[in-house]
């Protein structure tokens, strides 16, 4: 009697039933949305923890070795703790952890002016802007404002961008060193080496168990290749990449067996962030310039992510606007205060967990779900090293073909939403930027309203924004002006 009492009452507190869901999907989902975001653990401490910062040091003053262990540690501490806050507060299937794109942009454009430490109290600083934004409801007044079809378009474009993520991260599209074409088919216009192999078995697995209509279909194809590629790293020794795009090797981690299953993590870098001290090490228009940079591509990712992933889950009202979407921005707004003050970057809405939505997750239990596998891969993280990119990605080639449907609901036939609707959707996989895409389509859709004399029919809110983008695009020449 108890177990069925708890279970009515998660059934009501998540509305798990009325969202069509059930417990064991949302677990299944859960997982499934770790699975493929798992990589950032390590991915995350490759990106920060390799470069030093103005004084010369590491992040957490030690070895780069000794950085690495520290950012991963910090890294899935909190995206568990930021996912499982989304969960519960906003009831969305929506998981958190260290933006890819703005940990590059703080590394490499930022922890070379100043200390680690400025570094990361500038990410906090950013965060308690967009709080604020949240708060006074401007942000959610911006997405009120966008045009339905361009939502649409958003949605489409991430589905394109995931794809090409997912077949980039197997090797199947890499650079080719050329200026033209700049990415082909592998290597010499080729699949080549074992890991594509891999990837390729499992994506056909995976789409054979959907197409059969198998229920968790893309979990026991996570689950399958990962065993198929231990079998064959075991009979052909490729070994690891090492970040070379010509590599033959595993992108990330080299499926093995691991010699031990536990670790002990170190949280040392929590709390090692000045709020403030960037003012003093670059001066009060740098820092501003370096703020406005990370507070827009922040500002908008996760609307486009969110708005993505409910349309996919059917969440989205007849305006496109995700159900509890101010409660989803306040927690993302928390996710890039907690990074910072972590020293593990800005952590934000994974566009991955449309994963976890394609194989059935409707509810916040499934971001509980993946919030607890972080914070348990902080101990566990021998094992979790040892899954391949390539037996998780294929989720996201299959995901970006379910978000790619939506692409009918965009009126082609009207040219003031097409254009603008096609630059959204184009921008994204060709930029790796959800940011890059979704100011290309305000800005063209203000401009070409304007040019047929439209312009009182644009809402106040996408002047300003498309002005915003304007700058935010121009951004390096306005810097280089202003020093």
């Not at 780069?64 to 540690?73: D, I, K, M, N, S």
């Not at 231990?230 to 499926?255: C, F, M, R, Y």
């Not at 779900?369 to 566990?380: D, I, N, P, Q, W």
């Not at 096609?422 to 930029?431: E, G, V, Y």
């Amino acid at each position: 009697m108890s177990t069925q009492t708890e279970t009515g009452s998660l059934d009501r507190f998540f509305k798990i039933s009325e969202r069509g869901s059930s417990v064991t999907r949302e677990i299944r989902g859960g997982v499934v949305t770790f699975f493929t975001m798992a990589y950032i653990i390590v991915l995350n401490p490759i990106i920060i923890a390799g470069v030093q910062d103005v004084d010369g040091n590491y992040l957490g003053g030690g070895s780069q070795a000794e950085a690495f262990a520290l950012v991963a540690a910090g890294t899935a501490l909190v995206a568990g703790v930021m996912s499982i806050l989304m969960g519960a507060v906003a009831n969305f299937p929506l998981a958190m952890a260290a933006g890819l794109g703005l940990n590059a942009f703080v590394a490499y454009s930022i922890a070379n002016r100043m200390t680690w430490a400025d570094a990361m109290g500038l990410v906090v600083l950013e965060g308690l802007i967009i709080l604020v934004l949240v708060l006074t409801g401007f942000r959610k007044a911006v997405f009120d404002a966008v045009p339905l079809p361009i939502k649409t378009a958003i949605s489409v474009g991430i589905g394109l961008f995931i794809a090409l993520v997912g077949l980039v991260n197997a090797g199947v599209v890499r650079t080719t060193g050329n200026a033209s074409p700049p990415i082909g088919l592998g290597i010499g216009g080729t699949l080549s080496g074992w890991p594509v192999l891999v990837f390729c078995v499992g994506l056909l697995i995976m789409l054979a168990l959907y197409a059969r209509g198998v229920h968790g279909a893309i979990l026991l194809g996570i689950l399958a290749t990962t065993v198929i590629a231990v079998v064959v790293e075991a009979i052909t020794d490729s070994g690891a990449s090492g970040g070379d795009p010509q590599s033959k090797g595993w992108n990330l981690n080299v499926p093995t067996v691991p010699d031990a299953f536990v670790d002990v993590p170190d949280f040392s870098l929590l709390g090692e962030f000045s709020l403030l001290g960037s003012f003093e090490q670059v001066g009060f228009v740098t820092t501003i310039l370096l703020v406005f940079t990370l507070l827009l591509a922040d500002f908008f990712d996760t609307m486009g992510t969110m708005t993505a992933i409910g349309a996919e889950a059917g969440l989205n009202d007849e305006d496109g606007t995700p159900e509890g979407a101010q409660r989803i921005l306040i927690v993302d707004s928390l996710g890039a205060v907690a990074g910072g003050a972590a020293s593990v970057s800005s952590n934000t809405a994974y566009v991955e967990s449309a994963s976890g939505v394609g194989d059935g997750a409707r509810t916040g239990l499934a971001g509980i779900v993946t919030g607890l596998l972080f914070l348990l891969a902080t101990v566990l993280s021998p094992i979790v090293v040892h899954i391949p990119n390539e037996a998780a990605v294929p989720a996201l080639v299959l995901v970006g073909f379910l978000m790619m449907q939506q692409v009918v609901d965009i009126p082609w036939d009207d040219i003031e939403l097409a254009i603008p609707a096609f630059l959204t959707i184009a921008l994204m996989p060709f930029t790796y930027s959800i940011s890059a895409g979704i100011g290309a389509g305000f800005v063209t859709f203000v401009l070409i309203k304007a040019v047929r004399g439209k312009a009182r029919e644009v809402h106040v809110l996408m002047w300003i924004v498309a002005a915003l983008f304007v700058i935010y695009f121009a951004i390096d020449p306005i810097t280089r002006w202003i020093s």
